[in-house]
C-alpha cells in the first residue's frame, strides 16, 4: 500500500501555517504570564533596611499597652510598667535606667527588657534575619548573635530616647540603637 502524502497536502495549504501559528501563541502568551507573575523582590539590602525601619518605627510609636503578649502581661502583673501610656522604646529605656541608678541595681530589670524587645520582635523582624537593641551601648537583647560577624549586610538607626522616671522626673537622653543583620 503505497500512500501518497501529497493530495492530502495539496488540499491543506495553510494547515500547516495554522498549526504553527497556534504554538507560537501559546508560546508567547506562556512566557507573558511568566514575565507579568513573577514577583519583584527587594534585594537583601533594601529588604534589611526596610525591616529595620519598620522594627524602629514600631517600638517607637507602639505603646506597651497595645502589645498583647505573655512577657507585656507578665511586666504589667509584677508592676515592672512604670506607664501604660510608655511606647515600647520608652519603657525598656525606662528599665534601663533603673538598672543604672538603683542602689546595687535592678538585676532582673535587663532581663525583663530583653523580653519585652524579644516578644516585640516575633512578628516584626523574620526568622532570617539577627538583630539586636542596644541601650547606651549596653546590650539589651540579642537574637542570632553569632552570625552577626559574618553577615555580609549589617544596618543599624538609632532614637534619642528623654523619658520620665515614676511620670515626675524627666530621665535621659539614652541613645537606643537596632542593629539588624541578614543570616
Do not use: H
Not at 514577583?39 to 533596611?49: I, R
Amino acid at each position: 500500500m503505497n500512500v501518497s502524502w501529497r493530495p492530502f497536502l495539496a488540499r491543506r495549504k495553510g494547515y500547516f501555517f495554522i498549526v504553527d501559528a497556534f504554538l507560537a501563541g501559546i508560546i508567547l502568551f506562556t512566557a507573558m504570564i511568566m514575565l507579568l507573575a513573577r514577583t519583584n523582590a527587594l534585594p537583601p539590602t533594601a529588604q534589611t533596611y526596610q525591616v529595620l525601619d519598620s522594627f524602629m518605627q514600631y517600638v517607637s510609636n507602639t505603646q506597651v499597652r497595645d502589645i498583647s503578649s505573655a512577657t507585656a502581661n507578665a511586666l504589667f502583673a509584677d508592676g515592672n510598667v512604670t506607664s501604660p501610656d510608655f511606647t515600647v522604646a520608652e519603657q525598656v529605656t525606662e528599665m534601663y535606667d533603673r538598672r543604672q541608678t538603683q542602689a546595687g541595681g535592678c538585676n532582673f530589670c535587663l532581663g525583663r527588657a530583653g523580653g519585652l524587645i524579644d516578644s516585640v520582635a516575633l512578628g516584626n523582624i523574620p526568622d532570617n534575619y539577627g538583630y539586636s537593641y542596644i541601650v547606651n551601648d549596653t546590650s539589651i537583647f540579642q537574637r542570632y548573635p553569632e552570625s552577626r560577624n559574618t553577615s555580609v549586610i549589617l544596618a543599624s538607626q538609632s532614637i534619642i530616647i528623654f523619658t520620665s522616671k515614676n511620670l515626675t522626673k524627666t530621665i535621659g537622653p539614652y541613645v537606643n540603637r537596632v542593629e539588624v543583620w541578614l543570616r
